[in-house]
C-alpha cells in the first residue's frame, strides 16, 4: 500500500503521518520543507523573500527528493504529503501572491507580467505532479481544515491560501480518480478511522502510537531558515 496523507497547511498531516507509520508498519516517506531546502538553495533568504523563480526552484527540489525517496520504499510506505502538495501551494501562489502574507487582506493580487509567467510555469509543473500521483499513490487519506492555522512563522498566514490550496487538492485527487477518503477528528479518531478503512493490522496501540510520533514530532528543527545550517539533499 503507498498511502498519502493530504491537506494544505496546520492540518496535522505530519503528526497523523508518523502516527500511522508507527501504527501500521509502513515506512514513512517525507520530504525536506522549503526552509530547510533554503540554506543550500538561496542563502540567505527567507521564504517570504523568494521570487517566483526560486519558488519554482524549491518545488522542484522538493519533489524530486520525494520522488527519489518513494523509489526506495517498493514495499508500500505512507507519505506525508504528495507530489500534489507542492504543485498546488505553488499554484495558489499565482491567486493569492507569490508572498501570500503581502495580500492577507487583498481580495486581488495584480497579474504582472512575472505573475503572469510564473502561473505558464506551474500550469506544466502540474503535468509531471499529477502523473506522480497517479502512478505512485494507490490511496488518499485528506485531513480537512478544521481549526485556525498555526502562526508559528512557518506557514503562511492567509487563511484564503490554506482554503483554495485544500479545495485544489481535493479537486485533482478526484479529478486523477484515486480513491481518497476525508478523515477529521482528533488523532486518536483519525486512527481508528484510517485501520477500519484500510483493515490495516496496528503493530501496537494507537496511545503507543501517538506517543512515538509526538516523539518524533519533538524533534523537527523550527529554527529560522537564515540561522539554519546547510543540509545534505539527495
Not at 32 to 43: A, D, G, N
Not at 57 to 63: G, P, V
Not at 108 to 120: H, K, L, S
Not at 216 to 225: G, N, P, R, V
Amino acid at each position: 500500500m503507498n498511502l498519502a496523507i493530504s491537506g494544505t497547511y496546520s492540518v496535522g498531516k505530519t503528526l497523523t503521518t508518523m502516527a500511522v507509520s508507527h501504527l501500521t508498519g509502513l515506512t514513512r516517506s517525507s520530504a525536506k520543507t522549503m526552509r530547510e531546502l533554503l540554506p543550500i538553495s538561496v542563502p540567505g533568504k527567507t521564504l517570504e523573500e523568494c521570487t517566483a523563480s526560486e519558488i519554482i526552484m524549491l518545488i522542484m527540489r522538493r519533489n524530486q527528493e520525494r520522488a527519489v525517496n518513494e523509489s526506495h520504499l517498493p514495499n508500500g510506505f505512507v507519505s506525508d504529503g504528495s507530489s500534489l502538495h507542492e504543485w498546488s501551494y505553488g499554484t495558489v501562489r499565482v491567486l493569492v501572491g507569490i508572498n501570500p502574507n503581502e495580500s492577507v487582506n487583498l481580495d486581488n493580487v495584480e497579474m504582472t507580467d512575472e505573475i503572469r509567467f510564473y502561473a505558464q510555469v506551474m500550469e506544466q509543473m502540474g503535468v509531471p505532479a499529477r502523473q506522480h500521483a497517479k502512478a505512485s499513490y494507490d490511496s488518499f487519506v485528506h485531513l480537512p481544515v478544521e481549526f485556525p492555522i498555526v502562526e508559528d512563522g512557518h506557514r503562511p498566514v492567509s487563511e484564503r491560501f490554506r482554503l483554495l490550496a485544500d479545495e485544489m487538492l481535493l479537486k485533482n485527487i478526484n479529478e486523477l480518480e484515486i480513491p481518497v477518503h476525508i478523515v477529521g477528528g482528533t488523532i486518536p479518531e483519525r486512527l481508528e478511522k484510517i485501520v477500519d478503512i484500510y483493515g490495516f493490522t496496528p503493530q501496537m496501540s494507537i496511545e503507543e502510537a501517538i506517543a512515538l510520533a509526538k516523539a518524533d514530532y519533538a524533534k523537527i528543527d523550527t529554527t529560522s531558515e537564515t540561522d539554519r545550517a546547510p543540509v545534505a539533499v539527495a
